[in-house]
């Protein structure tokens, strides 16, 4: 029997597809509309943000729309993913890696050692990456040490319900509750809160979770 593919595996195989499928699902519509109404009280206009998870850079025009002056990042542990990012983006530094690992980590495309320093960044966005695939204990630790005093952490999450389960079998991740992630977020962060999802944009509300946390 052919053993399953890695979560890192399945996206680099399935980069063309993943934005043509998860956009017939108003997956990115929904969370981009999300994003705008999101009030994340950032200290600087100019923010430094931290995607992680960032895939071929989808989110990239909806935090420029949110934040017209940030400064952007991306992270992923895609190579296929980042280079359709880069095509695109060639101007935005990229950093591929394991966000479990920070030993992992390298610049993009050029593959050369590097790390994250303390205090660097304004906001860290996942959607829908790190509450599936990151070990909490460790991540937000490191997520907290790389955030400037003041700075936010944003996650969107998975649910653990059906839609979920059947969701972690294709991507290869079992959904750990949205009580589970905050009761992990509240040893790393002074302040944890839960974004409530609107019905209209469904079925994200069904099937996702959001959270707004505080260094």
């Given at each position: 029997m052919t053993p399953p593919l890695s979560p890192r595996e399945l996206y680099n195989k399935r980069t063309v597809i993943y934005e043509i499928g998860m956009g017939a699902l108003r997956y990115f519509s929904t969370i981009e509309q999300f994003i705008q109404a999101t009030e994340f009280s950032l200290s600087t206009p100019q923010p430094a943000i931290l995607d992680l998870g960032c895939g071929a850079g989808t989110y990239v025009p909806w935090l420029q729309k949110k934040f017209p002056k940030a400064h952007i990042t991306g992270f992923d542990y895609a190579k296929e993913m980042l280079a359709l990012y880069h095509s695109?983006?060639?101007?935005?530094?990229?950093?591929?890696?394991?966000?479990?690992?920070?030993?992992?980590?390298?610049?993009?495309?050029?593959?050369?050692?590097?790390?994250?320093?303390?205090?660097?960044?304004?906001?860290?966005?996942?959607?829908?990456?790190?509450s599936e695939y990151g070990n909490f204990d460790d991540v937000f630790a490191w997520i907290n040490n790389i955030?400037?005093?003041?700075?936010?952490?944003?996650?969107?999450?998975?649910?653990?319900?059906?839609?979920?389960?059947?969701?972690?079998?294709?991507?290869?991740?079992?959904?750990?509750?949205?009580?589970?992630?905050?009761?992990?977020?509240?040893?790393?962060?002074?302040?944890?809160?839960?974004?409530?999802?609107?019905?209209?944009?469904?079925p994200m509300n069904v099937l996702k979770y959001a959270i707004l946390c505080s260094k």
């Amino acid at each position: 029997m052919t053993p399953p593919l890695s979560p890192r595996e399945l996206y680099n195989k399935r980069t063309v597809i993943y934005e043509i499928g998860m956009g017939a699902l108003r997956y990115f519509s929904t969370i981009e509309q999300f994003i705008q109404a999101t009030e994340f009280s950032l200290s600087t206009p100019q923010p430094a943000i931290l995607d992680l998870g960032c895939g071929a850079g989808t989110y990239v025009p909806w935090l420029q729309k949110k934040f017209p002056k940030a400064h952007i990042t991306g992270f992923d542990y895609a190579k296929e993913m980042l280079a359709l990012y880069h095509s695109r983006y060639p101007a935005t530094p990229l950093l591929y890696g394991n966000y479990n690992d920070p030993s992992s980590f390298q610049t993009f495309p050029d593959h050369k050692p590097t790390m994250i320093a303390p205090h660097s960044f304004d906001l860290v966005i996942s959607i829908c990456s790190l509450s599936e695939y990151g070990n909490f204990d460790d991540v937000f630790a490191w997520i907290n040490n790389i955030l400037k005093p003041g700075g936010k952490f944003f996650a969107i999450g998975i649910r653990n319900n059906w839609f979920g389960k059947m969701s972690g079998l294709y991507w290869n991740f079992r959904p750990r509750s949205q009580a589970h992630f905050v009761n992990k977020a509240e040893t790393h962060f002074s302040e944890v809160k839960t974004l409530p999802i609107a019905w209209k944009l469904f079925p994200m509300n069904v099937l996702k979770y959001a959270i707004l946390c505080s260094k």
